[in-house]
C-alpha cells in the first residue's frame, strides 16, 4: 500500500488539466474544500485563487507554474506507466475525492480516467463532467434521486446486482462489457443499488453531485470495497 501524501478527514477535490472551467473548480470546493493538483491541474487551481496542497505528478506539464508550489508541496512520481490522475487518487487518503478537469476533451484521457476508478476501488472518487458524474459503485448505496433522473450503468467487467427505484430492474442480469450494458435506465424515486464485484460505473445528472457526495462521504466500511493488489511502490520524492 502507498504511503499517503495526502491523509484528510475531509473530502478533496483533485483537479487535472482537462476540460474544467473555475465555475467548476468552485462548485467542487464548497463539497471538497482541500485541494490536490495532478500535474498540470495546478494551473487552473492557481488562476483560481485556490491554495494548493499538493502538486503530484511527473510535472511535464506544470512548466513555470511549479514556481508557484512551495516546494514541499511538490510530489514528483517519475515513474511513466500510470497517468497523473493514477499518481494522484492512489497518494490520496480521504473519504471521497471529487475529480475536475479529468472528463471531455481527448476519448483516450477520459478513458483513462475511467480505468482508475476501477484500478482504486477502495477510493471513493467521484468524475465531474460537463453535464452528469461518474463514480464506482460501492458494494451497497442507496441514492436520494428524483423520479426521471437518468441513471446510467455501464460495466468495465464481469458484473451482476440489485435495484430498487429502477424502472428497469437489473437484478438477474449479468452485466458484461462485451455482452451486455445497462445505460438510459430512469429512477422512479430513491434508488438503491448493490453490486457483486468493483466493475460496475454509475452515470447520473450532475445536479445529483451534492447528494452524491454526501453518501460516498459517509459510507462504513462494510459498505466501501477493498483495495486492490498495489500496482506501483516508486516513493514520491519531494
Not at 34 to 42: K, S, T
Not at 93 to 100: D, E, F, Q, T
Not at 137 to 142: E, G, I, Y
Request: glycine share 8%; charged share 20%.
Amino acid at each position: 500500500m502507498n504511503k499517503p501524501i495526502v491523509d484528510s478527514l475531509a473530502p478533496v477535490t483533485l483537479v487535472g488539466g482537462g476540460e474544467a472551467s473555475s465555475g467548476d473548480l468552485a462548485e467542487a470546493m464548497a463539497l471538497a474544500p482541500l485541494c490536490v493538483a495532478a500535474d498540470g491541474g495546478a494551473h487552473l487551481a492557481l488562476a483560481a485563487g485556490v491554495e494548493v496542497t499538493a502538486v503530484i505528478g511527473d510535472l511535464d506539464s506544470i512548466g513555470d507554474a511549479l514556481d508557484q508550489i512551495p516546494t514541499k508541496r511538490r510530489h514528483l512520481i517519475a515513474e511513466q506507466d500510470s497517468t497523473d490522475f493514477d499518481k494522484a487518487l492512489r497518494h490520496i487518503c480521504a473519504p471521497v475525492v471529487l475529480a475536475v478537469g479529468f472528463t471531455g476533451g481527448r476519448i483516450d484521457h477520459h478513458l483513462a480516467a475511467l480505468h482508475v476508478l476501477l484500478a482504486y476501488p477502495d477510493r471513493p472518487c467521484v468524475l465531474l463532467g460537463a453535464h452528469e458524474i461518474t463514480f464506482l459503485c460501492p458494494p451497497r448505496v442507496a441514492l436520494p434521486l428524483a423520479e426521471g433522473d437518468v441513471v446510467s450503468l455501464f460495466p468495465m467487467g464481469s458484473v451482476a446486482g440489485t435495484s430498487q427505484g429502477l424502472r428497469w430492474d437489473i437484478e438477474g442480469l449479468h452485466f458484461d462489457p462485451m455482452v451486455k450494458i445497462g445505460t438510459s435506465n430512469i429512477a422512479l424515486g430513491p434508488v438503491a443499488l448493490t453490486m457483486d464485484a468493483p466493475a460496475m460505473l454509475v452515470v447520473l445528472p450532475r445536479a445529483r453531485l451534492r447528494a452524491v457526495m454526501r453518501v460516498l462521504a459517509s459510507a462504513p466500511p462494510a459498505a466501501r470495497w477493498p483495495a486492490r493488489a498495489t500496482q506501483y511502490k516508486d516513493p514520491p520524492r519531494s
